[in-house]
């Protein structure tokens, strides 16, 4: 409720300073239960993230714990904080430390990231600018891929790698996403296309660029949004990938970090949880060090390329 008084209306001076008061008063009542509002809503809000962020909190902390204190203490902070298990986990209980295998991982990721960025962004731009023969059929045929389950495709990946002699080596890794077999990030980025519209694209056609000298130049910069996320998806997903290494990687040598935990969990003896928590923690950072450097293109890129133009 607003006070708006006209000065006509009020037959004596105090009237006037009544109503006003009266009205400053409604005024004040009104921003202070705003702000009561907004502190509840806050304060929801905070505790409905603690609790969602707790169980990483909890991973953090208990990988300063000893492995006794882990099972005695639900609270994520450790009463004698150690590094014990940050010095184990990182010599492994193999020949190799965890270096090692965190260097494979990214042997494994970066290649991956390189090829999915480039084959998406050639097959999704061919999909959204140009019109060929059969595009509707190849194009539901990738919706297609997207909703077929992954197990369902396992086997026949594998006989095919094996005829190739890729078994036991990082190329069936590599390959499906050098050729856009993630059909996932073709659609995000086709989406992202058909929001951009195409006059900058056609004024460069008309200065005599190509088709490649367009999309490098002109389509690329504004696609860097949905690229990075992208990127940053398979990033995350290559990072927690266990089942592909585990089905074409054989020697330890070659193991990502994801196998590596694995090979921790000795069965013949008694779990050290505090080095595979810490494990955890180290496989952890890059993602979440990823993730918060890119976060401002991540959500530009997702809010974006859900809204067609």
């Known amino acids: 409720m607003s006070a708006q008084i006209s000065a006509s ?12 008061a009266e009205a400053e008063a409604h005024n004040a009542r009104t ?42 203490s639900p609270g994520f902070i450790p009463q004698n904080p ?29 290649p991956k990231v390189i090829g999915t960025a480039i084959s998406a962004t050639l097959v999704a731009y061919g999909f959204a600018r140009f019109e060929f023969p059969f595009k509707k059929i190849l194009f539901a045929t ?63 056609r008309v200065d005599g ?9 002109i389509v690329i910069p504004m696609l860097a949004p949905a690229i990075v996320s992208v990127c940053l ?4 997903w290559s990072m927690n990938d266990f089942l592909g290494p585990l089905i074409y990687v054989s020697s330890v040598e070659k193991y990502p970090v994801s196998l590596a935990l694995r090979l921790s969990l000795d069965i013949t003896e008694a779990f050290q949880w505090n080095q595979i928590l810490a494990m955890s923690v180290m496989t952890l950072l890059p993602s979440l060090l990823v993730f918060f450097v890119a976060q401002k293109f991540f959500i530009e890129g997702i809010s974006t390329g859900g809204v067609k133009g």
């Open 9 to 20: 209306s009020l037959n004596t001076p105090s009237e006037a300073a009544r109503a006003l």
């Open 82 to 110: 150690t590094t014990d298990g940050f010095v184990n986990a990182w010599n492994t209980s193999t020949q190799y430390n965890f270096g090692h295998f965190f260097l494979n991982t990214m042997w494994i990721i970066i």
């Open 142 to 204: 990738v919706i297609a891929t997207l909703l077929l389950p992954n197990v369902v495709t396992r086997i026949p990946q594998y006989l095919l790698f094996r005829d190739l002699g890729w078994l036991d080596s990082y190329l069936p890794l590599w390959v499906p996403s050098a050729l856009a077999g993630d059909a996932f990030f073709v659609f995000m980025l086709i989406q992202f296309l058909r929001a951009i519209p195409r006059d900058m694209e056609e004024a460069a």
């Open 31 to 72: 921003r202070r239960n705003q702000k009561i509002s907004a502190i509840i809503r806050y304060l929801i809000l905070a505790g409905v993230g603690f609790i969602m962020i707790y169980p990483l909190l909890w991973l953090i902390g208990a990988a300063f714990k000893t492995n006794a204190e882990i099972f005695s």
């Open 209 to 217: 660029a190509n088709t490649m000298q367009t999309l490098v130049f």
């Open 233 to 236: 998806f398979q990033f995350m």
